[in-house]
């Protein structure tokens, strides 16, 4: 409980400071790293209502290594503890942007960078550690598809914007 702020009291409930400081307009920030998500916390948190205003990585070998993968990976887990994807993208996107004071992004507006990832869905059955091992079971997962960066493809996972024949 050292390494990361704790914000649920023994019995699994938010502590009443935490929800104070969000109706304060102070911004909560779910980083997911190598040392700080547990389903302990994030599965009560969302259950009582306590979303970070922020969806966020800490991308090292030991985070991308254990639980936290990608962010792709970590989108999902908030998608399997019932987030929708719009908030999702919400909290993953322009959220982090203005908490930076960086309006040019996380957003498509005239005169912005064209960032944008496109995701698939995957129905099944997959699984989602956290920090200490332990699983969440889930039905969804997030695949990022194609990323263009400032107008650029960066990434194509299936070949979506090939322009030569297709076999």
């Known amino acids: 409980m050292k390494k990361a702020l704790a914000i649920l ?26 040392g700080s998500f547990t389903w302990k916390q994030a599965i009560p948190s969302v259950r009582q209502g306590f979303i970070a205003d922020a ?3 800490d991308l090292h070998t030991g985070s991308m290594n254990s639980g936290m ?25 322009w959220n982090p ?23 698939s869905i995957l129905k099944g059955n997959f699984g989602f550690l956290d920090i ?4 969440l079971k889930g039905t969804q997962k997030l695949v990022a598809e194609l990323t263009i960066r400032a107008g650029k493809i960066v990434w194509d996972l299936n070949g979506i914007a090939a322009t030569g024949k297709i076999w």
């Open 132 to 135: 200490s091992g332990e699983k």
């Open 69 to 93: 993968k990608d962010m792709a990976n970590l989108m999902s887990k908030f998608l399997n503890m019932g987030l929708s994807v719009q908030d999702i993208i919400l909290r993953s996107t």
């Open 9 to 34: 009291a023994i019995l699994f409930l938010i502590m009443p400071g935490m929800v104070k400081a969000q109706s304060f307009d102070i911004l909560i920030n779910g980083g997911h790293g190598g």
């Open 97 to 119: 942007a203005m908490m930076i004071n960086r309006s040019d992004l996380g957003n498509l507006d005239i005169g912005s960078e064209a960032d944008v990832a496109v995701f």
């Open 55 to 57: 969806i966020s990585s």
